[in-house]
């Protein structure tokens, strides 16, 4: 049987198809298009999945979309019915698009499919769980668990915006829901963007920056009591009440009313261009804390709910991995599973997933792997000939090593690395999610007390308080990290080992906020943030063979068996599919090599690139 999922229309679309129950192929559609979070019909992941799965429409047993449009449209119209006379101008804005576009999905979405080839329309069998069940069958299905409880927190589904339920087998149950307007994800949301991040794509940029906030200071105990005693009400199950005086995301075309929150925090909303202060990063901390304690209680009402050994976890809030990590160290559950692609993208193949399992009854087969995300290298992969024609449109020079001697390669990595370049390096079958996990990747040396500050502002060309993640080998992430499972996804924040980290300076707390980002923290600089903590990525010999061997053999030089991984792209760009998106970001940045597969590019045997600031026009700053 072989069920096709889709999410579409609002952001981060993709593509999921699995057979039998086994995951093919997932893609994001913004990989394809090269545009951030596109929302648009996943015209090109559908197809790649179709390619990839050896399958045309007709032999589609159904296909699956993420949520249920009707109801969500009801839950607008409510909304908007309940906050009248509010909102008028965003519901004139909304409307013409509900019922031009989203009210006839199923003509929409055949005649998307149409354009990638003909089909009988009349044998194509739609199905539309609903939107957290999509996320929970995402996390459970994919989970090496038969008996988990599962929780769901995002901004919102049709009505609910947080879920906790129980997986059994084959059968998942919702056991409790918090609806709209009242959610963990909007409230987060607002945040990001009172302190200047774009929302939806800016979330993560929040929780780097919490840790600059100074926990002892009264200032941050002053805004934590503002939140809980103005804008959320915490009960006890991890429910909450949003003061909706507050917020406009109900009715406007804001997240919130800007003169009521500069009056509350006593500060003028942060724009883009302002500088960073001191305020901006206390405040980040604050509501980093109330979400933690939120999601904690979420969490123990889930075991209280279902009495489960296990937690599986998806929606946008599970890519909170602060959270995630403090969670872990709970001990409430034994073990926790994070889906990779936690947000919408993951919705498609939750969806499939749910078809699957729930509507047609299907048996859940145990995992061939150490889940069924198979490290999440669900996406496309290019052969040697495919590399070379991409190579050779821009001329490009190359050393290619057979596949007999790729231990030379890594070797011959491992010692520029060693020497402090920065190496791009694409292999295999890309990410599905958002996190780069060692394919299409940028890598750098953690123990460089230089190599943060050059990939924030040479490679990456973003805020340089941005912090980076680890790849370590995971039979030696004991050995840098309070971590005492895998974590093969970077969802999981962990403390580096005292005994690596460095006494900070007597004056330490009086400095700057630039000034304490560059003070040295442990012996592995590039990756320890401002609070000794990492964003830690097991890396696993039978999931991604390249890449164990890789940092294998940067142990055998420097005897750390740890490296900088991040997202290969620049600000405001999806991360690379394709060799020739790879070669052109190598080239219009501060890159010193590139690795493509079996070959080796230097930066300097490369002809002129003339477009290096091509990039800063062609994507959107995120």
Same mark, same amino acid.
């Given at each position: 049987?072989?069920?096709?999922?889709?999410?579409?229309?609002?952001?981060?679309?993709?593509?999921?198809?699995?057979?039998?129950?086994?995951?093919?192929?997932?893609?994001?559609?913004?990989?394809?298009?090269?545009?951030?979070?596109?929302?648009?019909?996943?015209?090109?992941?559908?197809?790649?999945?179709? %390619?990839?799965?050896?399958? +045309?429409?007709? !032999?589609?047993?159904?296909?699956?979309?993420?949520?249920?449009?009707?109801?969500?449209?009801?839950?607008?119209?409510?909304?908007?019915?309940?906050?009248?006379?509010?909102?008028?101008?965003?519901?004139?804005?909304?409307?013409?698009?509900?019922?031009?576009?989203?009210?006839?999905?199923?003509?929409?979405?055949?005649?998307?499919?149409? %354009?990638?080839?003909?089909?009988? %329309?009349?044998?194509?069998?739609?199905?539309? #769980?609903?939107?957290?069940?999509?996320?929970?069958?995402?996390?459970?299905?994919?989970?090496?668990?038969?008996?988990?409880?599962?929780?769901?927190?995002?901004?919102?589904?049709?009505?609910?915006?947080?879920?906790?339920?129980?997986?059994?087998?084959?059968?998942?149950?919702?056991?409790?829901?918090?609806?709209?307007?009242?959610?963990?994800?909007?409230?987060?949301?607002?945040?990001?963007?009172?302190?200047?991040?774009?929302?939806?794509?800016?979330?993560?940029?929040?929780?780097?920056?919490?840790?600059?906030?100074?926990?002892?200071?009264?200032?941050?105990?002053?805004?934590?009591?503002?939140?809980?005693?103005?804008?959320?009400?915490?009960?006890?199950?991890?429910?909450?009440?949003?003061?909706?005086?507050?917020?406009?995301?109900?009715?406007?075309?804001?997240?919130?009313?800007?003169? %009521?929150?500069?009056?509350?925090?006593?500060?003028?909303?942060?724009?883009?261009?302002?500088?960073?202060?001191?305020?901006?990063?206390?405040?980040?901390?604050?509501?980093?804390?109330?979400?933690?304690?939120?999601?904690?209680?979420?969490?123990?009402?889930?075991?209280?709910?279902?009495?489960?050994?296990?937690?599986?976890?998806?929606?946008?809030?599970?890519?909170?991995?602060?959270?995630?990590?403090?969670?872990?160290?709970?001990?409430?559950?034994?073990?926790?599973?994070?889906?990779?692609?936690?947000?919408?993208?993951?919705?498609?193949?939750?969806?499939?997933?749910?078809?699957?399992?729930?509507?047609?009854?299907?048996?859940?087969?145990?995992?061939?792997?150490?889940?069924?995300?198979?490290?999440?290298?669900?996406?496309?992969?290019?052969?040697?000939?495919?590399?070379?024609?991409?190579?050779?449109?821009?001329?490009?020079?190359?050393?290619?090593?057979?596949?007999?001697?790729?231990?030379?390669?890594?070797?011959?990595?491992?010692?520029?690395? +060693?020497?402090?370049?920065?190496?791009?390096?694409?292999?295999?079958?890309?990410?599905?999610?958002?996190?780069?996990?060692?394919?299409?990747?940028?890598?750098?040396?953690?123990?460089?007390?230089?190599?943060?500050?050059?990939?924030?502002?040479?490679?990456?060309?973003?805020?340089?308080?941005?912090?980076?993640?680890?790849?370590?080998?995971?039979?030696?992430?004991?050995?840098?990290?309070?971590?005492?499972?895998?974590?093969?996804?970077?969802?999981?924040?962990?403390?580096?080992?005292?005994?690596?980290?460095?006494?900070?300076?007597?004056?330490?707390?009086?400095?700057?906020?630039?000034?304490?980002?560059?003070?040295?923290?442990? !012996?592995?600089?590039?990756?320890?943030?401002?609070?000794?903590?990492?964003?830690?990525?097991?890396?696993?010999?039978?999931?991604?063979?390249?890449?164990?061997?890789?940092?294998?053999?940067?142990?055998?030089?420097?005897?750390?068996?740890?490296?900088?991984?991040?997202?290969?792209?620049?600000?405001?760009? #999806? #991360?690379?599919?394709?060799?020739?998106?790879?070669?052109?970001?190598?080239?219009?940045?501060?890159?010193?090599?590139?690795?493509?597969? +079996?070959?080796?590019?230097?930066?300097?045997?490369?002809?002129?690139?003339?477009?290096?600031?091509?990039?800063?026009?062609?994507?959107?700053?995120?």
């Amino acid at each position: 049987m072989t069920i096709l999922g889709i999410s579409a229309f609002y952001h981060d679309s993709a593509a999921a198809i699995i057979q039998d129950g086994r995951i093919i192929a997932a893609a994001q559609e913004e990989r394809f298009t090269r545009i951030k979070h596109d929302e648009s019909f996943p015209i090109n992941a559908v197809q790649f999945c179709l %390619k990839y799965a050896g399958a +045309n429409i007709n !032999d589609i047993d159904a296909i699956a979309f993420y949520d249920k449009p009707l109801l969500k449209f009801e839950r607008l119209l409510e909304t908007y019915y309940g906050f009248a006379p509010k909102g008028v101008q965003s519901f004139i804005k909304s409307m013409p698009v509900w019922l031009k576009e989203k009210m006839f999905l199923k003509r929409i979405m055949h005649e998307e499919l149409d %354009k990638i080839e003909g089909y009988d %329309k009349s044998k194509v069998k739609f199905l539309f #769980p609903e939107h957290h069940l999509s996320h929970a069958a995402s996390a459970f299905y994919s989970s090496p668990y038969q008996d988990a409880a599962i929780l769901t927190i995002d901004g919102v589904g049709e009505w609910a915006t947080a879920s906790i339920g129980i997986g059994k087998g084959n059968s998942i149950e919702i056991l409790k829901e918090l609806r709209f307007p009242h959610s963990v994800g909007l409230l987060y949301s607002a945040f990001t963007y009172f302190l200047g991040f774009k929302v939806n794509s800016g979330e993560y940029k929040l929780m780097g920056l919490a840790p600059y906030g100074n926990p002892d200071s009264p200032k941050v105990a002053e805004y934590i009591k503002t939140i809980k005693n103005e804008l959320v009400d915490v009960k006890e199950d991890g429910s909450i009440w949003l003061n909706q005086e507050y917020f406009s995301y109900a009715t406007g075309l804001h997240m919130v009313y800007d003169d %009521k929150w500069e009056k509350l925090f006593g500060f003028k909303k942060k724009e883009e261009e302002d500088e960073l202060q001191q305020h901006h990063c206390d405040l980040g901390y604050a509501i980093q804390q109330v979400t933690e304690e939120i999601v904690l209680l979420m969490a123990t009402e889930a075991k209280r709910l279902t009495g489960a050994d296990y937690l599986c976890m998806a929606g946008g809030v599970a890519l909170n991995c602060v959270s995630n990590g403090k969670l872990l160290r709970t001990k409430l559950f034994k073990d926790i599973f994070i889906q990779p692609a936690a947000g919408d993208a993951g919705g498609a193949l939750g969806a499939a997933q749910a078809a699957y399992f729930i509507h047609f009854n299907e048996e859940r087969k145990p995992c061939i792997t150490q889940d069924e995300m198979q490290g999440a290298y669900l996406g496309p992969q290019f052969s040697d000939l495919d590399i070379e024609q991409d190579l050779r449109k821009y001329k490009a020079v190359a050393k290619k090593y057979e596949n007999e001697n790729l231990d030379e390669l890594y070797a011959q990595v491992a010692n520029l690395i +060693n020497e402090g370049n920065v190496v791009g390096w694409f292999q295999g079958r890309m990410e599905f999610g958002p996190r780069a996990l060692g394919n299409r990747t940028i890598l750098g040396d953690a123990r460089n007390p230089e190599m943060q500050k050059k990939l924030n502002l040479k490679i990456k060309y973003r805020e340089g308080f941005r912090p980076f993640a680890p790849s370590v080998k995971a039979e030696d992430c004991q050995e840098y990290f309070d971590l005492d499972t895998a974590s093969p996804y970077m969802l999981i924040v962990s403390p580096v080992k005292e005994s690596r980290r460095r006494t900070m300076p007597a004056n330490y707390n009086s400095m700057q906020l630039m000034e304490r980002l560059y003070v040295l923290r442990s !012996d592995l600089p590039a990756i320890t943030h401002i609070d000794f903590s990492a964003r830690v990525q097991t890396i696993h010999k039978e999931t991604n063979e390249r890449y164990w061997k890789l940092l294998e053999a940067f142990k055998q030089k420097t005897g750390y068996g740890v490296m900088v991984n991040t997202s290969f792209n620049v600000r405001g760009e #999806p #991360p690379v599919c394709t060799p020739e998106d790879a070669y052109k970001c190598f080239m219009r940045t501060e890159m010193d090599y590139l690795v493509v597969g +079996n070959y080796l590019l230097s930066k300097t045997e490369q002809p002129e690139w003339k477009e290096k600031d091509d990039w800063r026009k062609e994507f959107k700053l995120d």
